[in-house]
C-alpha cells in the first residue's frame, strides 16, 4: 500500500542553524508533496506545495525539494528560531480509490535557544 | 477571515448518546474533509465529501456519519459513540479534491478534543 514516512523521533536544532526534515515515500509516485506545520492541540497549518516536476520551492526561510529518484521530499527552514518549534507534517494524494490526502506521522522539530 | 469553524472544541460524552460535530467554512470551497488524529497513528481520513450532496468513505468511516446540504457546513455525526473514538477530530476544506490538479492546501479547523466514558 501507499505510504509516507517521516522521521518520528524528535529532531534538536540550535537556534539560527538550518533544520533539514525528510519525507519519503514507497509504492506509488505522487504527483505533489505538501508540507503542513501543526502546534500542539491545533489544527495543521498549510505551508508549501511541491509538484513533481519542480525540484525545489521556496518561501520566505522555507525550502521544499522533491526527488522522485530518491522517492524522498526535504523541508528545510534556515536561520532557525525557537518560534519555528512544532510539528510538521508531510501529505499527498492518498493515490487509492478514496480521495483524500495521506499524511506522515510528522517529525516533532525543537529549536533551541 | 478565511476559516474553518468547528464546534464544540472539547466534548466529554457517554457512550451510545448521538452527537453531532459541526463544521462551517466560508470559503465556497467545494471540497470537505474529517480527519482523526491519535497518538502514533497520526492524521487518518473519515469521510469527505467533493460537494453538495456527495460524500464518501475515507480511511476509518466506521461508527460516523456525514452530510453535506450546503456547501459551507459539513457536520459529523457519531450515532452511537464508544470509547474507541474518543480522539482529536480535524474539519478541513480546500477548493479542490486531493486528486485533482492544480491542486491545493488544506485548510484546517482548530480541532474537537472528544472524550467518549
Known amino acids: 500500500s501507499q505510504k509516507i514516512e517521516q522521521n518520528s523521533e524528535a529532531l534538536n536544532i540550535q537556534e539560527g542553524k538550518t533544520a533539514t526534515l525528510t519525507c519519503n515515500y514507497t509504492?506509488?509516485?505522487?504527483?505533489?508533496l505538501q508540507w503542513y506545520r501543526q502546534d500542539p492541540g491545533r489544527g495543521p497549518v498549510f505551508l508549501l506545495l511541491?509538484?513533481?516536476?519542480?525540484k525545489e520551492k521556496r518561501k520566505e526561510r522555507l525550502k521544499v525539494t522533491f526527488d522522485t529518484t530518491l522517492k524522498q521530499s526535504l523541508f528545510h527552514i534556515t536561520a532557525s528560531q525557537p518560534a519555528d518549534s512544532a510539528t510538521y507534517l508531510c501529505?499527498?494524494?492518498?493515490?487509492?480509490?478514496?480521495?483524500?490526502?495521506?499524511f506522515g506521522k510528522g517529525t516533532h522539530l525543537i529549536i533551541q535557544p | 477571515e478565511a476559516q474553518v469553524t468547528q464546534n464544540p472544541r472539547y466534548l466529554i460524552t457517554v457512550t451510545g448518546k448521538k452527537l453531532t460535530v459541526t463544521c462551517s467554512q466560508n470559503?465556497?470551497?467545494?471540497?470537505m474533509s474529517w480527519y482523526r488524529q491519535d497518538p502514533g497513528l497520526g492524521l487518518r481520513q473519515i469521510y469527505y465529501?467533493?460537494?453538495?450532496?456527495?460524500?464518501d468513505k475515507g480511511d476509518v468511516p466506521e461508527g460516523y456519519k456525514v452530510s453535506r446540504k450546503e456547501k459551507r457546513n459539513f457536520p459529523l455525526i457519531l450515532e452511537s459513540p464508544s470509547p474507541n473514538q474518543t480522539s482529536l477530530y480535524f474539519c478541513?476544506?480546500?477548493?479542490?479534491?486531493?486528486?485533482?490538479?492544480?491542486?491545493?492546501?488544506?485548510?484546517f479547523g482548530s480541532g474537537t478534543r472528544l472524550t467518549v466514558v
Open positions: 470559503m465556497n470551497h467545494e471540497y
Open positions: 509504492n506509488y509516485s505522487p504527483a505533489y
Open positions: 511541491i509538484r513533481e516536476n519542480e
Open positions: 478541513a476544506s480546500s477548493l479542490s479534491w486531493a486528486g485533482k490538479l492544480p491542486n491545493y492546501g488544506y485548510t
Open positions: 465529501s467533493m460537494n453538495v450532496e456527495v460524500t
Open positions: 501529505a499527498s494524494h492518498s493515490g487509492g480509490g478514496a480521495d483524500g490526502l495521506t
